[in-house]
C-alpha cells in the first residue's frame, strides 16, 4: 500500500542564514510511503502529517537535510510498518525565482 502526502503546507523555523533563525517561513513537504496494508493494520496518514508539522516546529532545523533524516527516523520509529518513505522538503520563498528543496529516499 502507498500512502501520498502532497502539499503539506506551513510555517517553520529552517535554514542557516541569520534572517531564517527568526522569522518563520513557508515550508511544504510531501511524502510517499509504502507499506504492508492488513485490514488491522493501517497507518493513520493524519498521524503521519501531525507528526511532521510538529516535529518541523518544535526542532526549528537549520539544515533541510538534517530535517530529513531526522523526520524519517522518527516516522519509522512511531510508524513500525513503513517499509520505505520517500520525503521532500521545499522551501517555496526562499530564492525568488524559484523553488529550491531536498529529497531523499530511505529503505527500511
Known amino acids: ?12 523555523i529552517i535554514g ?8 518563520p517561513q513557508q515550508v511544504v ?3 510517499v510511503i509504502d507499506y504492508t496494508y492488513h485490514q488491522e493494520n493501517f497507518i493513520n496518514y493524519a498521524e503521519v502529517v501531525e507528526q511532521l508539522k510538529t516535529t518541523m ?28 518513505l520517500t520525503l521532500t522538503i521545499r522551501k ?3 530564492l525568488p525565482n ?3 528543496g531536498v529529497q531523499k529516499n530511505f529503505i527500511f
Not at 542557516?16 to 522569522?23: G, M, P
Not at 537549520?62 to 513500525?80: D, S
Open 1 to 12: 500500500m502507498r500512502i501520498l502526502i502532497e502539499n503539506l503546507t506551513f510555517e517553520t
Open 57 to 84: 516546529q518544535k526542532e526549528c532545523f537549520e539544515l533541510v537535510e538534517t530535517a530529513l533524516e531526522h523526520l524519517a527516523q522518527m516516522l519509522k520509529q512511531n510508524f513500525p510498518l513503513i517499509q520505505s
Open 98 to 100: 524559484c523553488t529550491v
Open 92 to 94: 517555496p520563498h526562499i
Open 29 to 31: 513537504i510531501d511524502a
Open 16 to 23: 542557516i542564514l541569520d534572517f531564517e533563525r527568526i522569522t
